[in-house]
């Protein structure tokens, strides 16, 4: 879909990155996408906050939750590859009243999801190099693998020999359009930092069936462990399924001297093709 109008209007910088060359915003032009949203212990979640300004919403009474999000790249900026999302959703801004379930519903009713980014594996070596050097995304290269069936699909992620997590959705049905703005939060230089991952979905399918998404954990790697300390329960309480998507995923909002030593030169001295 290199031809489509979302893109327009949109100017990229070239950056140099040896021996690439990224140009930011980066474009997704083809891709799919499964989220399940599987309920969580908040205590373990506030864990994993590397500071206070990061809140994760209330489901229920002592109950968050994690979003998984498989993303299979078939045509992008920086070629092919494939992406597993372990995020939280966050009360945002941190100071907000808490209230269960206020945070998650108002982000599905306004198409706008703030996220903690917990880990971020990628299958290229160029996805994970520009995503820690530009953004701090927690990223590193893994092996992320899909089959379906007529039933179901599947997203197997693994480092190495050791698996991680597996999971399996049921194909969803029906759905409609939908433009959704992702925010991942991170942290950087002891900062709060965020990039937006503006996405267009022509036809996304949605559900809140209990299990309509499962997981299956790894048992020895760190996050596996990490994953079945948090989640109270493998089954998810909600799920989404887009066949096909684009997306513009944006570059880091807070401009720290580090990220301005690598990015701005770079970009005056090498201008958009």
């Given amino acids: 879909m290199r031809a489509s109008t979302f893109f327009d209007g949109v100017q990229q910088a070239r950056i140099p990155m040896d021996p690439h060359v990224l140009d930011v915003p980066v474009f997704y032009y083809d891709g799919s996408a499964m989220t399940g949203v599987f309920p969580a212990r908040l205590a373990a979640l506030r864990r994993w906050m590397p500071d206070a300004r990061f809140s994760p919403a209330r489901l229920a009474p002592g109950i968050g939750a994690v979003t998984i999000t498989c993303f299979e790249y078939r045509d992008t900026g920086i070629d092919p590859y494939n992406e597993l999302a372990i995020a939280v959703p966050l009360n945002e801004p941190f100071f907000r009243p808490n209230l269960p379930g206020r945070a998650m519903l108002d982000a599905a009713r306004r198409g706008q999801f703030d996220v903690w980014v917990h880990h971020l594996p990628v299958t290229t070596e160029i996805a994970c190099r520009g995503g820690v050097e530009f953004y701090n995304y927690?990223?590193?290269?893994?092996?992320?693998?899909?089959?379906?069936?007529?039933?179901?699909?599947?997203?197997?992620?693994?480092?190495?020999?050791?698996?991680?997590?597996?999971?399996?959705?049921?194909?969803?049905?029906?759905?409609?359009?939908?433009?959704?703005?992702?925010?991942?939060?991170?942290?950087?230089?002891?900062?709060?930092?965020?990039?937006?991952?503006?996405?267009?979905?022509?036809?996304?399918?949605?559900?809140?069936?209990?299990?309509?998404?499962?997981?299956?954990?790894?048992?020895?790697?760190?996050?596996?462990?990490?994953?079945?300390?948090?989640?109270?329960?493998?089954?998810?309480?909600?799920?989404?399924?887009?066949?096909?998507?684009?997306?513009?995923?944006?570059?880091?909002?807070?401009?720290?001297?580090?990220?301005?030593?690598?990015?701005?030169?770079?970009?005056?001295?090498?201008?958009?093709?």
Wanted: proline share 8%; glycine share 6%; net charge positive.
């Fill in 138 to 273: 927690p990223k590193f290269v893994s092996s992320i693998d899909y089959r379906e069936d007529a039933r179901t699909r599947t997203c197997r992620l693994a480092e190495g020999a050791s698996p991680i997590l597996t999971m399996t959705m049921d194909k969803l049905g029906g759905g409609s359009e939908r433009n959704i703005q992702l925010f991942s939060h991170l942290y950087q230089d002891r900062q709060p930092q965020r990039s937006e991952f503006k996405i267009h979905a022509p036809r996304m399918a949605q559900t809140i069936r209990p299990g309509a998404a499962r997981l299956t954990l790894g048992g020895e790697h760190p996050i596996a462990r990490e994953l079945a300390e948090a989640l109270i329960s493998r089954r998810s309480i909600a799920a989404s399924w887009a066949p096909t998507i684009e997306g513009i995923l944006y570059g880091p909002e807070a401009l720290c001297p580090t990220l301005q030593q690598k990015l701005l030169p770079a970009a005056a001295q090498t201008p958009a093709a």
